[in-house]
């Protein structure tokens, strides 16, 4: 295999033999068992669609050996009950979907997952890399504490016209050059950021870095969805593990270059030279190049199919049968997918003529997830009613939180009230020790929603409340490891927290309604996290400590909602 890959090939069924075997002979899967942990539990299969419910592990994988297409034809038909869409590209797409799904997870999708996870890192690599360099942005570009918060402001602009962006042009131009080009752009930007001139030219790269970084997780988490071998996107939410992991990287990075190479701790703003103040710099740089080469490996070094869904739609139908056999021959598995089975189920395209859809049926199709149509199902009884307002309530309520003192936590550390000033060197190295502790809380997460009588609901809830606490004992001293011992603990209950509540949002929204539910829930918590900087700044002129305050408030605020919420997903499978 040569090193690096043609990241544009085009396909055909030669290019893979031996993978195609006869329908009646392929083995097929009805339904996928749950899993102990929430980030990988299983699809709700045709039955859980229809309300049942079943406790983890009762049920086991059912595997049926040989297939007709009379029966292929009901399963889709069936698939199709809970909508309104019955073209021939809604029949052929659940027709691949069906074809994944026998084929099984394997290799293809766990490295994608890697790549994917690329996304998610950088995400949060950059939120906290940028909240690292504002102490000495402030202070090379005499800017004051709570002006300079505006760089965070610059960001969030950036990622809301960039996921907004990225996921309807990824419907148009196909998942896989929108896969690449985000991470490209955010690298090049994340380069240039580290040469910015002045702090108005900063901000405004790192609000074109954002485009790039903001568009990862609805192109990245589309394109594994579609990938998957499941109907859930439950699996989807296993790439949180990856969020914690860019706080790392960029606290360690920061930690080695900014006490190194800036100017002292009690220099005045403006009398900072950018020969003595490279350490941010360095710090950007860095994670520029870190960008760039998560990149390269993705374009290079990864041969990524296009989506087949994709292919479908733009009337490719013979190329997309050729990726579906591509995963199978990748994860030496085998496949029944033929166009002769798509045209079987769907209709010959010559006759029926309506595969392929325009670019504005394309458009359509993507705004129609916040239909009205796709919204009222989410409102359908009174329980149903309450846990979707809940639900976006927290991811709101959350959204404004987390930044609030995540984004600006040097600036407090910095200006934490003692007597003597942190220096440079302690205010970096906590934030590093902070950010190893709260890895293991999305790991964890995994395993104590299944303790009995706690939950899903209970594990989220308590893990939010002692986050809020926490928050709030960390104004209570000056004390560095007063403090350090605080925003560990807030970081690995945080991290618990963000883990529930990635698993537990999609298994509560019903599967033909999910994609909508979990996409608000995504919107609303990027809105309120471009409105922290704008809190942070106001209240913190009146009261340095007022926007922690908010920030412990508004955790305690979503702790009681969630004591309300009417479902419990422990030992259920999805809706």
């Given at each position: 295999m040569p090193i690096f890959l043609n990241p544009f090939a085009k396909h055909d069924v030669s290019d893979f033999p031996g993978v195609l075997i006869p329908l009646h002979q392929a083995p097929h899967r009805n339904s996928v068992a749950s899993l102990r942990c929430p980030s990988v539990s299983s699809a709700p299969s045709k039955q859980d669609r229809q309300g049942s419910e079943k406790d983890v592990g009762e049920s086991a994988s059912s595997v049926i050996v040989g297939l007709t297409i009379e029966q292929l034809r009901t399963e889709v038909e069936s698939d199709l009950a809970s909508n309104d869409l019955h073209s021939a590209y809604d029949r052929k797409s659940k027709v691949i979907n069906k074809a994944i799904q026998d084929i099984g997870m394997g290799r293809h999708q766990w490295e994608l997952f890697v790549l994917c996870g690329f996304g998610w890192l950088a995400d949060n690599l950059w939120l906290q890399g940028i909240a690292l360099t504002l102490p000495q942005v402030a202070v090379e570009f005499g800017i004051s504490q709570s002006e300079v918060r505006y760089t965070t402001l610059a960001l969030f602009v950036g990622l809301c016209i960039g996921a907004s962006f990225w996921g309807i042009a990824s419907d148009i131009i196909g998942r896989r050059l929108a896969f690449n080009a985000t991470l490209l752009i955010a690298g090049v930007f994340g380069l240039a950021a580290g040469g910015g001139p002045n702090w108005i030219g900063a901000c405004a790269l790192f609000s074109c870095l954002g485009l790039g970084i903001g568009g990862n997780l609805p192109v990245d988490?589309?394109?594994?969805?579609?990938?998957?071998?499941?109907?859930?996107?439950?699996?989807?939410?296993?790439?949180?593990?990856?969020?914690?992991?860019?706080?790392?990287?960029?606290s360690l990075i920061a930690w080695g270059f900014i006490p190194n190479y800036s100017c002292p701790a009690d220099t005045l703003a403006g009398q900072c030279q950018s020969s003595e103040n490279w350490g941010w710099r360095y710090l950007v740089l860095t994670l520029g190049a870190?960008?760039?080469?998560?990149?390269?490996?993705?374009?290079?070094?990864?041969?990524?199919?296009?989506?087949?869904?994709?292919?479908?739609?733009?009337?490719?139908?013979?190329?997309?049968?050729?990726?579906?056999?591509?995963?199978?021959?990748?994860?030496?598995?085998?496949?029944?997918?033929?166009?002769?089975?798509?045209?079987?189920?769907?209709?010959?395209?010559?006759?029926?003529?309506?595969?392929?859809l325009s670019t504005i049926e394309i458009v359509k199709r993507t705004l129609s997830k916040f239909?009205?149509?796709?919204?009222?199902?989410?409102?359908?009884?009174?329980?149903?009613?309450?846990?979707?307002?809940?639900?976006?309530?927290?991811?709101?309520?959350i959204g404004m939180a987390y930044p609030l003192f995540n984004a600006f936590l040097p600036q407090y550390l910095a200006n934490s009230g003692s007597d003597q000033p942190n220096s440079v060197g302690i205010i970096y190295r906590n934030y590093a020790i902070t950010s190893i502790v709260g890895v293991p809380g999305s790991i964890i997460a995994c395993y104590t929603v299944d303790i009995k009588y706690i939950g899903r609901k209970g594990t989220m809830a308590i893990a939010t409340l002692i986050t809020g606490v926490f928050v709030f004992c960390f104004t209570i001293s000056g004390d560095p490891n007063y403090q350090l011992a605080f925003t560990c603990l807030e970081a690995f209950f945080q991290n618990i927290m963000y883990g529930v509540l990635y698993a537990y949002t999609p298994e509560v929204f019903p599967a033909p309604n999910r994609g909508t539910g979990t996409g608000i829930s995504s919107?609303?918590?990027?809105?309120?996290?471009?409105?922290?900087?704008?809190?942070?700044?106001?209240?913190?002129?009146?009261?340095?400590?007022?926007?922690?305050?908010?920030?412990?408030?508004?955790?305690?605020?979503?702790?009681?909602?969630?004591?309300?919420?009417?479902?419990?997903?422990?030992?259920?499978?999805?809706?």
């Open positions: 988490g589309a394109l594994f969805l579609e990938f998957l071998p499941f109907a859930s996107g439950n699996l989807l939410t296993l790439l949180s593990v990856w969020w914690p992991v860019g706080q790392l990287i960029a870190l960008t760039f080469l998560m990149f390269v490996c993705r374009f290079f070094l990864f041969h990524l199919f296009e989506s087949p869904k994709f292919l479908l739609s733009r009337g490719r139908q013979s190329e997309a049968v050729a990726v579906v056999h591509g995963i199978a021959y990748h994860n030496k598995e085998k496949t029944w997918l033929t166009e002769e089975i798509l045209n079987e189920i769907g209709g010959d395209p010559e006759v029926v003529g309506d595969s392929k239909s009205t149509q796709r919204i009222g199902p989410l409102f359908e009884n009174k329980k149903m009613a309450l846990s979707t307002c809940l639900i976006w309530f927290q991811w709101t309520t919107f609303l918590n990027r809105l309120a996290g471009l409105c922290a900087p704008l809190v942070a700044i106001h209240a913190g002129n009146a009261n340095p400590k007022a926007p922690i305050y908010a920030c412990g408030g508004l955790f305690i605020t979503a702790f009681i909602s969630m004591l309300l919420l009417p479902i419990e997903t422990r030992g259920k499978q999805s809706l």
